[in-house]
């Protein structure tokens, strides 16, 4: 009887042990998930500016957790993270894996109550919008991004393993990094608002003439690597002084407001507007010839002057003068602030050009 106690105590203790080791294993598991999560975080956290961000999401996440892919949606009605996107000198579509979108609805069937983290089987049908062209994805983790409790976009996981994100990620960390990505995204965001606030002129909610000079200095970097043309064009209120000695100066802020309006109207997304200084504006038209460039400024020049402006009840022509010129930076150069100086010089040249000839005209350089 004796005997039978002591492998049954013997018994018990190997159960305990066993018991104490799958505990201990479970706590190093979660240790090192744990590390690994904060680690991730702190890659978001530590993202200086929004392309930044929008990078480690869609790449450093990816690689992190080895997925097949990892999109973004951003709910963008108005286009504000677009532009902000320009303004720091990248393009939408330098950032495929991120979608800006007008609306959520419609997108998949979790945007109607996403509050947490959505973890299942991937279904086309379902979530296609979210991974297009999807191949080989088997199981998804949609992590919602929020706004003072309101939905603004989301961070979507994919895995070819059908279990990846039904059994092996744990929800809470998932959780966790999706409240992380979501107060990164913001802090980003009002970051680039405020650097947008000492680059902007008031007036007409272009951006101003520094903001111009830092583009400046990037889009001939980005010419040179591509081999590509940068297009500089200059504009002037033609007899600006007149408008403000007849009418005063609030008539003249209405002019200067309404042509800064018109010629949006004309330029493209990519395009650096910037109000150069008092009646003179400046635009960057990166990988545009000056031919195509004088088309544009064309365009432009007939959108103010074949409709009269209204100043003071009256109906009052407004032309402008415009000048094109064009610059390939060759392989070699370097010093981007004086070929952005030079570009710019020959451009104003050209404007001034156009000014001799009679104004309201387009003359390249």
């Not at 606030?197 to 272009?206: E, M, N, P, R, Y």
């Amino acid at each position: 009887m004796a005997g039978d106690e002591r492998v049954d105590t013997a018994s018990e203790l190997q159960q305990l042990r066993s018991q104490l080791a799958a505990v201990a294993h479970a706590a190093e598991c979660r240790n090192v998930a744990l590390q690994r999560s904060r680690t991730r975080e702190l890659a978001l956290l530590q993202a200086e500016h929004l392309p930044a961000l929008l990078h480690s999401f869609s790449h450093y996440l990816r690689e992190s957790y080895q997925l097949k892919r990892v999109t973004v949606l951003l709910h963008d009605p108005q286009h504000e993270i677009r532009h902000l996107l320009l303004d720091a000198g990248r393009r939408p579509e330098d950032h495929p894996d991120v979608f800006f979108v007008d609306a959520l609805v419609g997108l998949a069937p979790q945007f109607n109550s996403l509050r947490s983290p959505w973890l299942g089987a991937f279904r086309a049908a379902d979530h296609g919008l979210l991974f297009p062209q999807a191949v080989d994805l088997e199981s998804i983790a949609i992590l919602p991004l929020l706004r003072q409790q309101r939905l603004v976009g989301s961070v979507n996981f994919a895995s070819a393993d059908l279990e990846h994100f039904t059994r092996r990620e744990d929800g809470e960390f998932l959780a966790h990094l999706a409240v992380i990505a979501s107060y990164c995204l913001e802090n980003t965001i009002n970051r680039a608002r405020l650097l947008r606030s000492g680059l902007t002129d008031v007036l007409t909610g272009w951006h101003n003439r520094r903001y111009l000079q830092t583009r400046m200095r990037e889009e001939l970097s980005r010419a040179r690597r591509d081999r590509t043309a940068l297009t500089c064009m200059m504009l002037d209120i033609d007899h600006f002084k007149t408008i403000n000695d007849t009418y005063g100066h609030l008539a003249g802020d209405q002019v200067l407001r309404e042509v800064a309006q018109r010629i949006e109207g004309e330029v493209r997304g990519s395009d650096v507007t910037a109000r150069y200084g008092g009646e003179e504006f400046a635009i960057l038209l990166p990988q545009t010839k000056a031919a195509d460039g004088g088309i544009l400024a064309e365009r432009i020049r007939a959108s103010v002057a074949d409709e009269p402006f209204v100043i003071a009840g009256q109906a009052c022509a407004i032309t402008l003068s415009i000048g094109v010129a064009e610059l390939r930076p060759a392989e070699q150069t370097g010093d981007f602030k004086a070929l952005g100086e030079a570009l710019i010089a020959r451009a104003d040249a050209a404007l001034y050009a156009a000014k001799a000839a009679g104004r309201n005209r387009v003359v390249g350089g």
